[in-house]
C-alpha cells in the first residue's frame, strides 16, 4: 500500500511539473492505448471469427465461378478489410497528434520563462526552472507516446494487409 502511495505522489509530481499540457497528452495517450488494445483483441479473437465464417460461406456455395460468384467474393473481403482496418485511422491521427502536443507543450512553457525573465527583469536559472521543465517533460511525452504507438501502428497495418491477402488467397475462384 506505501508503494503504491509513492507511485501515485511520484506521478502527481511529474504530472505537475509538465504542467497542463501534459495532463492533455496523458489523456490522449491513454485513449490511444485503448484503441491499440482493442484492436489487438480484435486481431486475435475477432478476426480469427470472421474469417472462418466467410470461408466457410465461400465453400458452401455451389457456384463458384460466375461473375455474380466474384462479386459476392469481393464483398466478403471488402467486409473483411473494412473490419479489420477499423480504427487505424483514428490510431494514426493520435500518433501524429502526440508529437504537436508536446510542441504546445514546449511552446507554452517557453512562455512561462518569458514572462518570469519579463517580471523579474533578470535571468536566473532558479527562477526560470520551472518554465523549462514544462517546455521539456511535455515534449518528451508526446514523443514518446508517438514513439509507442508507431510501433504499433505500422505493425497493426502490416498484419492488416497480410490477413486480408490471405483470406483472399483462401477464396478461391472457379473458372
Request: aromatic fraction near 8%; proline fraction near 2%; charged fraction near 20%.
Given at each position: 500500500m ?31 492505448w ?27 456455395r ?52 518569458f ?61
Amino acid at each position: 500500500m506505501l508503494a503504491l502511495a509513492e507511485m501515485s505522489e511520484a506521478i502527481r509530481g511529474f504530472m505537475e511539473t509538465g504542467g497542463q499540457v501534459l495532463t492533455l497528452i496523458a489523456g490522449l495517450i491513454f485513449v490511444m492505448w485503448i484503441v491499440i488494445f482493442e484492436r489487438l483483441v480484435f486481431v486475435f479473437k475477432g478476426f480469427p471469427t470472421i474469417k472462418k465464417r466467410i470461408k466457410q460461406e465461400w465453400e458452401a456455395r455451389t457456384d463458384k465461378g460466375s461473375w455474380d460468384a466474384e462479386q459476392i467474393r469481393q464483398a466478403q473481403i471488402s467486409r473483411a478489410s473494412m473490419a479489420i482496418n477499423q480504427n487505424l485511422a483514428l490510431l494514426a491521427c493520435f500518433v501524429a497528434l502526440c508529437p504537436f502536443l508536446g510542441l504546445l507543450g514546449t511552446v507554452t512553457g517557453m512562455i512561462e520563462v518569458f514572462d518570469v525573465m519579463a517580471i523579474s527583469g533578470t535571468g536566473s536559472a532558479r527562477s526560470m526552472a520551472s518554465g523549462v521543465s514544462k517546455a521539456t517533460i511535455p515534449t518528451m511525452a508526446g514523443m514518446v507516446g508517438a514513439l509507442s504507438g508507431v510501433f504499433i501502428l505500422t505493425w497493426l497495418q502490416r498484419n492488416a494487409k497480410k490477413e486480408v491477402e490471405l483470406l483472399a488467397d483462401k477464396l478461391v475462384m472457379e473458372h
